[in-house]
């Protein structure tokens, strides 16, 4: 696969590269400008030559497949009949907090988060209590446990919404840090809803542990969610897998979910099939160029950019870039669209930690981060 490659996305449907004006490069939201593996591809122009679309029921062998990659990736084992499917993450964790938080409690999540980790909890109308990650000199950010478990307390938590590997920050949670929180989670009956929709994208080495594959009593209080989705590049066609090892959690979460979310559409099932079945040599070189990205980013802003600041990312295709020390007039993603004709998310879109930070997808050929890094670089010389 050749990931240098420039595929123009401009003549499609793609919101990342629709949103901006024409003469804008995107890197913000979160898929990539890669085409998926020729597997995928094949298998969903094979689905469509037969030119039949009715209703359909996941390919039988999906369960078996999704458990067998998961036990190869990630070295854990869930049975086929606790896992299902969603169409979207997102769709899962807003089923999940629906489901699962008791009325008078709250939902807990880390921040800087993922934005819809916000609107869940609103548009439930439920609670929610925030844990700032802590940043420490060198930018690396780590977990306040002391606060975490004082708030479970104090706010009357029910559920914690994990995001593992983290966006935007790029942490991955190792084992002793996944440890503790699961130990306070079980400590005060407060269940876990995991977002490791990130969880194969992971940097030097490292390996991405579910949270539910510690021990079965942590597995007990968890819903997992996963996809093929970020991985193999098919976000637009909404596969994504829900794994619930206590029957009466997925009872409660079937419940919620019938009659209100259909199950993903044949052409995702198929895609995410091939995906989890052929893709894994072609993540490994995806991984390879990805990585070869964060480095080339890390050291352009350390050579171009005085004033910028990034942690390099241990996983996601997400940087978090700290712009506070520019002192721009305005907001740095207002500033770099319109001086340097480079889209990126605003932080301050991720809680009130990303005042002044911006996060920048290097999920794209490196010609292309290379354009926009030029292009940012002349602008901050030039204001
Ligand atoms: C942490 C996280 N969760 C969920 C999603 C999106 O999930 P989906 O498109 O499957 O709803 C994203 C996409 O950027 C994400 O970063």
Known sequence: MDFDKIIDRRNTESIKWKYFPEDVLPLWVADMDFQSPPEVINA???????????????PVDLAEIVVNYISRQFHWKPLPSQVSYVPGVVTGFNLAIRAFCEPGTSVLFHTPAYPPFFSAPQSAKLPFVTNPLLRGADG?????????????????????????PQNPTGRVFTREELTRLAEICLR???????????????????????????????????????????????????????????????????EFKAGLVSGPDLLALTAARAAYLYGEDWLQDLLVYLQGNRDFLADTLAKDFPGVEMHKPEGTFLAWLDCRGLDLPTE?????????????????????????????NFGT???????????????????
């Open 365 to 383: 050929q490196r010609a292309l981060l290379q354009e926009a890094l030029e292009r940012m670089a002349a602008a901050l010389k030039t204001r």
């Open 44 to 58: 969903l122009h094979q689905r469509i030559d037969h030119g039949i679309f009715g209703y359909g029921i996941p």
């Open 140 to 164: 690396a950010y780590s977990i306040d446990f002391e606060r975490f478990e004082a708030q479970i307390v104090s706010e009357r938590v029910s559920v914690f919404i994990l995001c593992n």
């Open 332 to 360: 740095p993603q207002k500033f770099f669209q319109e001086h340097a004709k480079v889209g990126l998310n605003s932080g301050v879109d991720y809680g009130p930690e990303g005042l002044g930070f911006v996060r920048l």
């Open 188 to 254: 005060h009956k407060v269940l876990i809803c995991s977002d490791e929709i990130h969880c194969d994208i992971v940097y030097d080495g490292r390996q991405h542990i579910p949270i539910a594959s510690l021990d079965p009593e942590v597995a007990n209080s968890t819903l997992t969610l996963m996809a093929p989705s970020k991985t193999y590049n098919i976000a637009g066609l909404y596969a994504s897998v829900a794994v619930i090892s206590n029957p009466e959690l997925a009872r409660r979460f079937y």
